[in-house]
């Protein structure tokens, strides 16, 4: 029969895909469950049924957009070019924006709330960080084994540069004073030149 039966959700995706358009423009502290079932046409409680809680909520999202990074990142590290090319690709991909990234935001949010998540929580925000560690250090490999970088230990040079990142990364993202991408960058160029590109 036209028009009868129960108005369908929207696909998980969109929902999703919804909750981070809500951070970018509007700021992690207006996402609520009321806003965004009013957003994609749901009511809270069918939200809460979806995702159980806004922590599973926010960590979906953040895997889906991580998601979305992982493929961008693929895309870029599978280029032709040198080694040397891609990993300032990476580096490029992995520092926000700037000011409010809102990736960036919601990441900090995550983890700031894994502090009392459960474990099956906390692995799928290592299972986050450990793509990108191992496609840095199979990158770092590559360099070495093309005699690009210098033979440093793959792994333990990775370790080292996403702190440095991670840190610099959560300044620009906070709007540290003082600390904008473009001085990160000139850092972990500096820090590259030093450490791996240097002749020993």
Do not use: C
Not at 58 to 70: D, F, N, Q, V
Not at 94 to 105: A, E, L, S
Not at 122 to 127: K, L
């Amino acid at each position: 029969m036209a028009g009868g039966g129960r108005r369908q959700a929207p696909p998980r995706e969109d929902v999703l895909a919804a909750a981070m358009e809500m951070i970018a423009e509007r700021g992690l502290e207006k996402l609520t469950m009321a806003a965004l079932g009013r957003e994609v046409g749901m009511s809270s409680g069918h939200l809460l049924y979806y995702f159980g809680s806004k922590d599973e909520l926010l960590l979906r999202t953040l895997e889906w957009s991580e998601g979305r990074l992982g493929a961008e990142r693929g895309r870029l590290l599978t280029r032709p070019g040198t080694a040397r090319e891609r990993l300032d690709a990476y580096v490029d991909l992995y520092v926000p924006d700037g000011h409010r990234d809102p990736h960036w935001t919601l990441w900090l949010e995550v983890w700031n709330r894994s502090q009392n998540a459960p474990d099956e929580a906390r692995d799928r925000q290592a299972a986050i960080e450990g793509a990108w560690h191992r496609d840095l250090v199979a990158l770092l490999a590559e360099g070495i084994s093309r005699g690009e970088f210098r033979a440093v230990d793959p792994d333990r040079f990775a370790s080292r540069l996403r702190a440095l990142l991670d840190g610099f990364a959560i300044h620009v993202a906070i709007g540290l004073r003082g600390t904008d991408r473009e001085q990160v960058l000139g850092h972990v160029r500096e820090f590259l030149a030093d450490g791996l590109l240097a002749v020993s």
